[in-house]
């Protein structure tokens, strides 16, 4: 049904309603009114619905074909977008109050790693004038709608065009290379070709000032009215006078010729390029060479160049790059695709900044206006060294490249050389360290006979000024000094040391000596040759030494002495002594034996203490022939199979010679021998001798009557021997007096000769292999424990 037919239902019931009603009585009026009312009500309920769902529909309608659109709007813009940015130039629109769209390739204008954002900030990449020149018709552009069409220079030497018109409420910027190829000047004319039908001649010499090659600009008649300064430097270089204003004729030319080529002699072959304009003409040379005459001059030294190891870069006048060499890529680690012939250094500058490898600066741009100076000096520069983030140091040399400029560059990677300097520094000052720290006197000096290094030392031995003769004095003012301090002979020793030092011989050798001074001190010195030719000198005083070599010296003869007299003494001990003693013996035994019985007991008791001290006598002077021949060398063992109970009834006839039964003072011997005991081998004589001297030492020790006990046991291998006594203990001179020969301080005659007799023992126990240990006894008493190898010759074998 449509809204029609939905509208007429209702207004056609409403219209029966009074019709119904003429047929009524008025009594039912009273009832059909109400009804009347609700069918209206609800055929008005009907109809709003009906409208109400219908104009919601057509809207839902409305707004999809809306969206629709947008999105195709939408579309059209981004594609628009696309176009514009795949361009290469730069546009900035303004309007409204926010920030202005940038859309294009940043890349196209401003240098390489450039965010677009940053063509906003003019002074990052244009010279000051040209940016203050920018900012104006910026201001005009966006504040009274004034549109402009003009030229750039950029920071880095390109040309752009840039081109700005209101639109609207807002504006526009546009940003291109003023030229299509590198090089295509031609391009650069045709798009001033607006400005100069206009009769614009100014604008035509702005953009013509802007050329790196020659260009000049005619008027109607054809006369030169305008050269940049590249024309002026072309004709000035053929001997002709040029200013702007006033040019010159390079050479003869039909003035409105569309090409010419044009041989200038000496500065190589040149195509003439002319644009006709309205008011006149305008072009330029373009070099048919690839290479202008001082390139030209360095072609020849570009396979040199590849050969060497140094990096190596040549530039033209115009900053292109015409020579480099493989060390100068892999130096700065470029690959040679980038490196081609006519890319300007400034591009060169731009990349390794942007991939890290130049001096972190603050202010990139003016340290890269410093550096490219070079291009205007005569003479060889050397800049400061270049501190690369990697960690490298570069030494980078500039020199004129030709007389027609251009730079070669020359770097040089310090980094391996600046390390080993301060390594060598760090060794030399070592060196200085340990020189100063040695007690001799060192100098080191030259083939001319000049001191090349030494320490505070040779100052203060030779007294010498040190501060006072400068850097690297002569050995003769070392001379002469000395001679001042030292007058006696101080000049003439190092007259003498001189002859070494000066000996270019190449066969001399070393020299050592002795000086004796005049002043008392002795100096040892010793001359050394060094490999590189220079002589080395140390001093040593040693006069305090030599007076303690001299003291033990003298002491060593006295010892010497003393043991000759020694000696001399064992000698007449055993030659001397024992002839009157065997004489002393025999006397007494004969008034004991013959004449015994003439004699009382008070008389026999004083025969029996002469034999008793004539037999320890004996025993002494044996103790010490025995140590003297252990001292010589010469003391030797007889081994042989011993029987151990006869050993100590030797030892116990000993000791009864030598403590006699006199008034109740026989020592009272108690022997344990263990049963069984195996087979022992030893020097049977040495053993006695042992036995006795510890057993008569016990002897002594012991209190009258006092027991002495002798334990013989084995264990293991080897045979024990103990001796105990109840004598005061065992002593500190005692235990001193088994490893010593010294007699220690003794208090009691009784006690005398411990030193000597227990001296005896160690000796001859260890001639055997065996050990000997004291200790004391609780609660009194000591002991002596003597440990002895079974077999005393195989011992003596193995050791």
């Excluded at 105990?724 to 009784?750: F, H, N, S, V």
């Amino acid at each position: 049904m449509g809204f029609a037919a939905l509208v007429s239902a209702p207004l056609t019931l409403m219209t029966a309603v009074p019709a119904l009603a003429q047929g009524f009585v008025p009594a039912s009026l009273g009832g059909i009114a109400p009804l009347a009312i609700a069918l209206g009500a609800g055929g008005f309920a009907l109809l709003s619905m009906a409208v109400l769902r219908t104009i919601l529909t057509d809207n839902r309608t409305m707004r999809r074909r809306a969206a629709e659109q947008i999105a195709d709007l939408r579309a059209l813009v981004d594609e628009y977008e696309n176009l514009i940015s795949g361009g290469s130039e730069l546009t900035i629109l303004w309007g409204g109050q926010g920030s202005p769209r940038i859309l294009g390739q940043s890349g196209a204008v401003l240098p390489a790693g450039r965010q677009p954002q940053s063509v906003l900030n003019l002074h990052t990449w244009l010279g000051a004038a040209e940016a203050n020149r920018m900012a104006t018709l910026l201001d005009e552009l966006r504040l009274q709608g004034r549109g402009f069409a003009t030229s750039l220079r950029t920071q880095d030497g390109k040309l752009v065009r840039a081109t700005g018109w209101a639109m609207g409420n807002g504006a526009a910027l546009r940003l291109r290379p003023a030229f299509s190829q590198p090089g295509d000047e031609a391009a650069l004319l045709a798009d001033n070709a607006a400005e100069a039908a206009a009769g614009d001649l100014e604008g035509a010499r702005t953009i013509l000032g802007l050329l790196a090659q020659p260009a000049f600009l005619r008027n109607g008649e054809g006369q030169l009215v305008y050269a940049n300064d590249a024309y002026c430097a072309l004709a000035r270089a053929l001997g002709k006078a040029c200013t702007e204003t006033r040019p010159v004729e390079i050479a003869e030319a039909a003035p409105g010729a569309a090409q010419a080529q044009l041989d200038l002699a000496g500065q190589g072959r040149f195509e003439l390029v002319e644009t006709p304009l309205p008011a006149g003409s305008a072009g330029y040379l373009k070099p048919l060479d690839t290479a202008k005459p001082a390139e030209a001059g360095l072609a020849h030294i570009g396979g040199i160049i590849d050969a060497l190891a140094t990096p190596i870069a040549i530039f033209n006048a115009r900053r292109e790059l015409t020579q480099f060499n493989e060390a100068y890529a892999r130096l700065w680690n470029l690959d040679r695709s980038f490196l081609a012939p006519g890319l300007d250094e400034r591009a060169i500058l731009d990349k390794l900044r942007t991939l890290g490898m130049l001096p972190n600066q603050v202010d990139y741009h003016t340290w890269r206006a410093k550096h490219l100076e070079s291009y205007g000096r005569q003479t060889p520069f050397e800049a400061e060294p270049w501190h690369l983030p990697d960690g490298r140091t570069i030494k980078v040399i500039s020199a004129p490249a030709g007389p027609n400029g251009g730079v070669i560059y020359v770097f040089e990677d310090l980094t391996e050389r600046l390390a080993l300097e301060s390594t060598n520094r760090s060794f030399t000052n070592v060196l200085r360290e340990s020189m100063n720290a040695l007690s001799e006197a060192v100098a080191v000096f030259g083939t001319n006979g000049r001191l090349t290094l030494s320490n505070p030392q040779l100052s203060k031995l030779w007294k010498l000024p040190m501060n006072a003769f400068g850097a690297n004095p002569h050995i003769d003012q070392l001379a002469e000094a000395s001679g001042v301090a030292i007058p006696e002979d101080g000049a003439s020793i190092w007259r003498d040391l001189k002859r070494s030092i000066v000996d270019l011989n190449p066969t001399r050798t070393d020299r050592t000596g002795r000086i004796n001074r005049s002043d008392g001190r002795l100096i040892d010195y010793a001359i050394t040759r060094l490999p590189d030719g220079q002589t080395m000198m140390t001093f040593l005083d040693v006069t305090e030494s030599a007076s303690y070599s001299k003291v033990l010296k003298e002491r060593n003869d006295a010892l010497v002495a003393a043991d000759r007299l020694k000696d001399a003494f064992v000698e007449n001990v055993s030659y001397e002594l024992r002839s009157p003693l065997t004489n002393i013996i025999g006397f007494a035994d004969l008034l004991s034996g013959t004449e015994g019985g003439s004699l009382n007991d008070r008389q026999r008791d004083y025969i029996d203490y002469i034999r008793a001290s004539s037999v320890t006598l004996g025993v002494l002077i044996d103790n010490i022939l025995d140590l003297a021949s252990v001292d010589a060398g010469i003391a030797e063992l007889n081994p042989e199979v011993l029987d151990v109970p006869g050993l100590i009834d030797k030892a116990k006839a000993g000791i009864a010679a030598t403590f006699p039964e006199v008034a109740g003072e026989a020592p009272n011997l108690v022997i344990e021998i263990e049963p069984g005991l195996p087979q022992f081998t030893a020097d049977g004589t040495r053993i006695v001798q042992v036995l006795y001297n510890l057993l008569s030492n016990a002897a002594r020790f012991s209190p009258p009557g006092g027991e002495i006990r002798l334990a013989v046991s084995h264990r293991g291998d080897r045979m024990l021997f103990v001796i105990e006594d109840e004598g005061p203990g065992i002593t500190d001179e005692m235990k001193a007096a088994i490893l010593t020969r010294l007699d220690a301080p003794q208090t009691g005659g009784r006690q005398r000769g411990a030193g000597l007799a227990l001296s005896i023992v160690r000796t001859f126990v260890n001639l055997h292999g065996g050990t000997i240990s004291a200790e004391r006894r609780e609660p009194k008493g000591s002991r002596i424990i003597v440990n002895l190898p079974m077999n005393s010759a195989l011992a003596g074998v193995a050791e």
